[in-house]
């Protein structure tokens, strides 16, 4: 089955020490978002690419970082995290045209410790 | 003001009972509307999805959206345990146009 697919699932870090996370999809989408959304909030958008083009929110602090090599794979790169970047982080992918349907991964909880 | 609100709940129904969920917004240049499910701890998942006003019907699911109120619903018929989740509008103004998420309510059917 087409779909998106996040790992890992649950990711430990410690206070400061980089973490990567990963994004895969199968549905050939030409967009990938970043979301972080913590307990009870919306979603809230990082930044996406769309094919290599890379589009960072103005809010997105300097310390998330994001590499898409290819097609199917995107990362999210926390460079040095603090307590308050403990959240989920979802990865969504898009055709990009008219039906800006976005189809979200499982996720990734991070805890920082 | 939040150009999305959606009511956190949780709401409480008995199974079989109709769930009615809504959101209201402030940007009258949305057009695209979209209810997402999100079971806890994972991610969103496309419930339903309207351009512009009136209804849309899927199985035991509809949605409306009433542009002139801005605010959407969403409707859910013969409520089961299984739909008890968190259930995020969303919405944007153009086919580019970033998505704009409500908070989510939590819904919950008890047996």
């Known amino acids: 089955d087409a779909m998106v697919i996040q790992n890992p699932r649950y990711q430990v870090t410690q206070f400061g020490k980089p973490v990567t996370l990963s994004c895969s999809q199968t549905l050939n989408h030409n967009v990938m978002y970043w979301y972080q959304q913590k307990s009870s909030q919306a979603p809230k958008l990082l930044f996406h690419?769309?094919?290599?083009?890379?589009?960072n929110e103005a809010d997105t602090p300097d310390n998330f970082q994001s590499r898409r090599p290819n097609t199917s794979f995107c990362f999210l790169d926390i460079r040095s995290p603090g307590l308050g970047d403990a959240a989920m982080y979802l990865c969504a992918t898009s055709r990009g045209g008219e039906e800006e349907t976005q189809y979200f991964g499982p996720g990734t909880r991070l805890l920082v410790l | 003001q939040k150009e999305v609100e959606q009511d956190p709940g949780p709401l409480s129904v008995p199974e079989g009972a109709i769930v009615s969920l809504n959101c209201t917004y402030s940007?009258?240049?949305?057009?695209?509307f979209m209810w997402y499910r999100q079971y806890s701890r994972k991610g969103p998942e496309l419930l339903m999805y309207t351009y512009s006003s009136g209804n849309k019907e899927d199985g035991r699911f509809t949605a409306q959206v009433d542009k002139s109120s801005k605010y959407i619903s969403l409707f859910i018929r013969d409520s089961q345990p299984s739909d008890s989740a968190t259930y995020l509008c969303a919405m944007k103004g153009d086919s580019w146009g970033k998505l704009q998420f409500g908070a989510g309510t939590q819904v919950v059917v008890t047996p």
């Open positions: 690419y769309y094919d290599k083009d890379f589009n």
């Open positions: 940007n009258s240049a949305f057009q695209y």
